[in-house]
Each structure stands twice: as C-alpha cells, then as structure tokens.
T-cell receptor, first 117, second 115 residues
Framework: DTEVTQTPKHLVMGMTNKKSLKCEQHMGHRAMYWYKQKAKKPPELMFVYSYEKLSINESVPSRFSPECPNSSLLNLHLHALQPEDSALYLC????????????????FGPGTRLLVL | AQTVTQSQPEMSVQEAETVTLSCTYDTSESDYYLFWYKQPPSRQMILVIR??????QNATENRFSVNFQKAAKSFSLKISDSQLGDAAMYFCAYRSAGYGNKLVFGAGTILRVKS
C-alpha cells in the first residue's frame, strides 16, 4: 500500500481566512513533504519533516505554517494568503531521508486544490 | 547544482503504438537515483519507474521501460502499447544519493494519446 491521503480535495478561502490542509499516510514512513504546484509546472518543495521534526524549510513565507503532530500526520496551516498562493498543494512521504534500497522514493497524495480570493 | 531537462513540452502517440520521452540531467555525482512520475489530469502524481545510477540494467515496469545512459546523462522513458490512460504530464526527476537530498524535477512533458 503506497497511499497518501489529503483533505480537503478543494479549498476556497479569502485572504483573511485561516484554514488547514491535512495529509496522512499509514506506510510507516518517517519523512513527509509539502510541495506547491502551479498548473503545468513541476512541484516546488516547501517543507520536509523527518521523524516529526522540521528538516527543510525552503524559505517559505510565514503565512504557511507546517505541523507534524505524529509520524502519520502532516498539516499545513494557512493564514492571510495571497491570490498568488492559489495552487495545488501536494503532500508526499518517503521511508526516511536516507537513500538506500528504495528509502528515498517519494509517494505523493492527490493534492488539495487551493483558490485564494 | 543538478538540473534536469525535458526538451519535449508535448508529445502525441497513437493508441497501441510506442513513444519515447526524453530526459537529460546534469550532475557531477556518481551515485544518484532517477525517477519518472506521471500526473494524469486528475493530478495525482504517480511513480512510474525508478533507476539507481549504480545499476547498469535498465529498469522496466510492465509497458514502461527506461534507456539509462549514464555517460551521456540521459534517462528516457519508453511506453509500449500506449493506452488512453497513459495520457498525462510526465516528470523526470533526479535525487542525489545521501541523506536528505531533494528531488529535482524537469519541466515535464505532456503526453497525448490519440484513439
């Protein structure tokens, strides 16, 4: 089973709203990722968590706040977003951050399509 | 820094025929991993195939196979017996071996399958 789930599938929010995106995996993976993807472009890495600790932050604006409450869950809290933040937000997981065997292979969720008005 | 280049923005193939998607990459490292991901219009990114650089044998997964040429830094994807469900954006991606290295994606190739 290589399933990563994300909720909600779609989200519309105003620039003053606070909302959260949720990602879940039950593969026992210890690395989880947030990506942002614009239409017809490759994903851009935002954050990486390893063993529930923030490992990489790609200089993402503070209006995006990640959280990893446990090894299966990853949240992305959104506040005061801008219209240019409208995109598909993808979550991914991998066994961990090492690269041996297939540990480094990332599995993606279906994404949350976010529209900021 | 590593870069991945997909020189074909769009490709078309007739159903049941074979198509090859190109990918080249630039790296000074000897140990790394290469991936092809497929993203259909439903937009879930799906792993198609994975290749370790230290393996000379080309990876295959059913109708999908790669032509990995390490010296030429080329990693093309061949899709045999194309099906309508193969229509998608295909991303080539590179990851250095070692701890915590990121996936570097190419720009993607849109594959259209004609019936």
């Amino acid at each position: 089973d290589t399933e990563v789930t994300q909720t909600p599938k779609h989200l519309v929010m105003g620039m003053t709203n606070k909302k959260s995106l949720k990602c879940e995996q039950h593969m026992g993976h210890r690395a989880m990722y947030w990506y942002k993807q614009k239409a017809k472009k490759p994903p851009e890495l935002m954050f990486v968590y390893s063993y529930e600790k923030l490992s990489i932050n790609e200089s993402v604006p503070s209006r995006f706040s990640p959280e990893c409450p446990n090894s299966s869950l990853l949240n992305l809290h959104l506040h005061a977003l801008q219209p240019e933040d409208s995109a598909l937000y993808l979550c991914a997981s991998s066994q961990d951050l090492r690269s041996s065997g297939s540990r480094e292979t990332q599995y993606f969720g279906p994404g949350t399509r976010l529209l900021v008005l | 820094a590593q870069t991945v280049t997909q020189s074909q923005p769009e490709m078309s193939v007739q159903e049941a025929e074979t198509v090859t998607l190109s990918c080249t990459y630039d790296t000074s490292e000897s140990d790394y991993y290469l991936f092809w991901y497929k993203q259909p219009p439903s937009r879930q990114m799906i792993l198609v195939i994975r290749q370790e650089a230290y393996k000379q044998q080309n990876a295959t997964e059913n109708r999908f196979s790669v032509n990995f040429q390490k010296a030429a830094k080329s990693f093309s994807l061949k899709i045999s017996d194309s099906q309508l469900g193969d229509a998608a954006m295909y991303f080539c991606a590179y990851r250095s071996a070692g701890y915590g290295n990121k996936l570097v994606f190419g720009a993607g190739t849109i594959l259209r399958v004609k019936s």
